[in-house]
């Protein structure tokens, strides 16, 4: 299978992404915010969460799984908190007025938490942290997902990808952690599937619970139910940390599905329902302090850490958030790449939504592109 | 090396703990504390934190770095947080009395974050965490230590073994989650060391940062500051997470010591000097609706969990606090065994504090124990 990549300027992804949002019936304004999110993940270089989600949210449309109308709701709230209610509706809008809401009550409280039921997939987690790293704040946002991690000593995926992400604001740039609590995440089987690759070991149980390297049979598994999954941060057993993945899994869960009387992962994506739950925290350090003195602090730590020594064969430590800032200086300066197969869907997808895709993508052969699902 | 053995009952080990914490200077009530803390380790079967830490605070006291008379201060606070100063007190002391004010503030205002400067090692950070759970709320406790874990892609300890602890009320037991950010902490090496065996692979690097499994060789570079240490939960490489347990180390250094404007872990326990910092953070889950539905959804899941089909050859399924529950039961019918090296240090210590050691712990031969660092 190909693995060619053809590349895009960041304007040229945005007008593309803005149209087709619209032409699924988003407003302009509701259009922008779920550009800005998914452009944010390519620029950053999380390719498995920008365009190659595309085609599957416009799936999701088309299935009825994600409702183009809903409007999200606060069911419950109190000044340190809100309970969402999200009516099916697209993930990334009913977050990113799950944060706004946050970031409100925390402007007068000091801390606030909002959750989230009967949402839809929201993109990165880290784009709403960095809303509240953006006002000043520290930001954590976190989603469960459809079940893929497999429990220690399990054989069926119990809990999603359950990605927790913080962001707090330092010099020269923000701190910015946004991780799955799996090995990895599920796009990344599907980047190694679409690129024809085995798997490294250590990241994917078989439907026995067993270690397995196949994407391919990984994912239909996954997508039937029958079993397997990707495994916890930690890997397959207690002795190199497995309960430890498991349990940031859980952390992510309570802040999620539990905390907003959602449906936990196991339940979520069964009888085309989504159902995905979120967790939004956001914290003024202002609580803590003088505001100034604590982000110097931070700043102090960072560039400490980056300076340590380094191991043998390595010349550089990072800092969280530093690999996406100089991922995003040359993305927007040489474009943005996309997998060939990725492009596929996205012609596929503008010839079934009436969009001509050469006006936004160019004259593309894909005599190498896999077939899309589409056709 | 001797692996023997020596069991002693709740009621004999809790004696012998308060009595030597009177010996060192502490009230009858700050011993009960620190005693309660120390135990309730080694009652959940977590060794390396219990009987086998006393000997070293004891000489963190003889060394002046833990301070008895020292009495915990609020520096700053609002009505959802507080920074206390610890002063070099003892770390159990301190901890309770921050957690102790977290719940306090939750009381009134749903949240609350406590932060804390210049402490010591606290224990596990489990019980603070339990604390909250056993008032109803969501309990999480966090602490920072020596630096111990090596960033990824370095080979100099810059965090600490920075465990992140969450318990929430749950039936028939709570979910009650501790666990260092690191592959495994500092005591599980020093276990390795006392039984003279060589580590498992993926847990520690050598001076120049590469995969090492001589326990005695990596603990002896950690106390010099020669480089190693221990790798972050997800390994050596990127491939297996492990940037993904150095941003969970992270996560705790900053509600530790960024936020308590506190040392970061590299910069404890150099000239003498402590300087160990803490975060707790607690949640009633009321800001979320009604506490007994939230506590029945987080049950079910939990059971859903456990009863979830079990990988080839597993027979069960834990979920975090269960072990735990087990091992308590167990430890209160059957005893705690300790380490006998572990005993001879205790041994050493009463004739060195003048506490009769026949008298709480039996009459105990040592042919087959280690020198203890008494003698």
Redesign the interface.
Known sequence: MASTYLTYSYDQLKTFCEDCFGSFGFTKEQSTIITDVLLLSDLYGIESHGMQRLARYHKGIEKGLIKVAAEPEIV?E????A?IEGHDGMGQLIAHKAMTTAIEKAKT???A?V?VRNSNHFGIAGYYAKMACDAGF?GMAMTNSEAIM???????A?LGSNP?A?A?PAEPYD?F?D?S?T??TRGKLEIYNKLGKPL?E?WA?NA???GSTDAKDVLANIVAKK?GGIMP???ETE???S??????G??C??FC?????GL?S?HTHIGGKGGTCHGFIV?D?K???DVG??KE??ST?LQ??RE?????G?T?????GEKEIIAKADRLENGIAVNINTVAEMFDMCQYVGLDPVKYLGDVKFENAASSSYK
């Open positions: 419950f109190t000044p340190v908190s309970v409280s000091g801390i938490i959750t520290i497999v429990p220690t000593f399990g054989r069926l119990m927790i913080i707090m701190f952690f991780a609590t090995v990895v490294p250590g149980l026995n619970g067993k079993g941060l930690g890997g002795q190199s940390g309960h430890k993945g498991y349990g940031y859980m952390f869960e309570i599905s539990i905390l907003s009387m936990t196991n914290i350090p609580i803590f302090g003195d604590i602090h931070l730590f400490e850490l340590s020594p380094k191991s043998e390595a550089r430590i990072y800092t969280h």
